[in-house]
Every structure is written in structure tokens, then in C-alpha cells.
């Protein structure tokens, strides 16, 4: 199964855009891109998710490379509310009864400063 | 509202005894995990459980037991065979395995610490 590498922290100015990078060099065809983010002491929420196209929603957008090997969770304007752990996850489709499946490594501490 | 619930948020026990962490959902949710937390650490998972009355053991299972009589509920059991039962617990579902791109829904956890 693919694993990710993600910086284990970074910090951000209110207000601009937060770019987080994931590396997933091994990932395979039938594994999707997946973005959490964990405030401290809460659960995960979930934030978007993709194969190989950009996708975009209300609190985020995804950037894919063509290769697949890493991808961009961008914030377009962050927030001090923004300051969480994010986890990005590759999760094969369709998901199946491996434990690795819900793998979630250790994310990249994101602080956004005033 | 329909989500995730753990009881209680913070919990005390004495070394050596075991203690059992609940976890009740009111989505409708087929699958459910429970994941342990440790500080500064990612998340690691204890038990899954794709249907009632099935479950299955995930990385780290030793020293924990579940069971999933009902759909709604999935209670943890931390015996005093894990050696290190201090930390952060996880309870999550999804609606259906294997079908869609189901997000994956987060309890609040429940904060562990043995004395």
C-alpha cells in the first residue's frame, strides 16, 4: 500500500494561501488522495479528496500532479482557525478490509500566525 | 443531529483494571474503528468492524478487546494486558464499506490516563 511523507510542520501568515505538500511516490491506479485535518484534542474532519484532477470545494482545493507521485492541499486564505495537524492519506477505491486502508502517519503540523 | 458520540471525554482509571470506552452512532453507518492517539503521533488502529457481529484486528490490537452486537455501538475494552493504555481514543464510521468515497466520521475521543 502507498504510503505518504508530509513535513511535520508549517507555519502561515492570516490571511494567504497555505500550500500543504504530500509525497506519494508509490501510489497505485485504484488509490484516491484524501485530506483530514485534526484540531487539537478533537477528531479528524474530514476536507477533500481526489484521484488525478484537481478538485476544489468550500474549504479547500487539491492539486494532483500528472504522475500522481504528490499532491497540494492549498488553503486559500487561512485563518487562525486553520492551525491543525493535516493527514494526508492515499486510500484504495473500493475500499476494502485492510487495516491499512484507514492508515493515518503523523501530518504536518500547520500554524497560522496572526 | 446525527454524528459520532464517546463517553465520557475524560477518564481516570487505576492501573491494572479494565475499563471500557463506549462509542454510539446515529448515521447509520455500517463500518466502524476505533484508533488510538498518542501525543504527537498520528493515529494507529486498534479494531475495524465492517458488519454487526464481525471485526477484525488492526495494527495494534493486542491488549484491547471490542464487540458489536448493534449497528449503533462499538465499545473498546482496554484490559490490563496493554501495557500502555494512556492515551487518546478514536471512535470512527463510514457508511458502507466498499462503496463511494465515504468519508470517514470522527467522534470527539475520549482521553485515557491510567494512574
Known amino acids: 500500500d502507498a504510503k505518504t511523507t508530509q513535513p511535520t510542520s508549517m507555519d502561515c501568515a492570516e490571511g494567504r494561501a497555505a500550500n500543504l505538500p504530500c509525497n506519494h511516490s508509490t501510489i497505485s491506479g485504484n488509490e484516491y488522495v484524501y485530506w483530514y485535518r485534526q484540531i487539537h484534542s478533537q477528531g479528524p474532519q474530514y476536507i477533500i479528496h481526489?484521484?488525478?484532477n484537481n478538485e476544489t470545494n468550500e474549504m479547500a482545493s487539491l492539486i494532483i500532479t500528472e504522475d500522481r507521485k504528490s499532491s497540494t492541499l492549498i488553503l486559500p486564505h487561512a485563518t487562525l482557525r486553520d492551525t491543525a495537524v493535516y493527514y494526508c492519506?492515499?486510500?484504495?477505491?473500493?475500499?476494502?478490509?485492510?487495516?491499512?486502508?484507514?492508515?493515518f502517519g503523523a501530518g504536518t503540523r500547520l500554524t497560522v500566525k496572526p | 443531529d446525527g454524528g459520532i458520540t464517546q463517553s465520557p471525554k475524560y477518564l481516570f482509571r487505576k492501573e491494572g483494571q479494565n475499563v471500557t470506552l463506549s462509542c454510539e452512532q446515529n448515521l447509520n453507518h455500517d463500518a466502524m474503528y476505533w484508533y488510538r492517539q498518542d501525543p504527537g503521533q498520528g493515529l494507529r488502529l486498534i479494531y475495524y468492524s465492517q458488519i454487526v457481529n464481525d471485526f477484525q484486528k488492526g495494527d495494534i490490537a493486542e491488549g484491547y478487546s471490542v464487540s458489536r452486537e448493534k449497528k449503533e455501538s462499538f465499545p473498546l475494552t482496554v484490559t490490563s494486558a496493554q501495557k500502555n493504555p494512556t492515551a487518546f481514543y478514536l471512535c470512527a464510521s463510514i457508511p458502507s464499506s466498499g462503496r463511494g468515497h465515504n468519508e470517514q466520521f470522527f467522534g470527539p475521543g475520549t482521553r485515557l490516563t491510567v494512574l
Open positions: 492519506i492515499v486510500r484504495a477505491y473500493p475500499w476494502g478490509r485492510r487495516s491499512s486502508d484507514m492508515r
Open positions: 481526489g484521484l488525478k
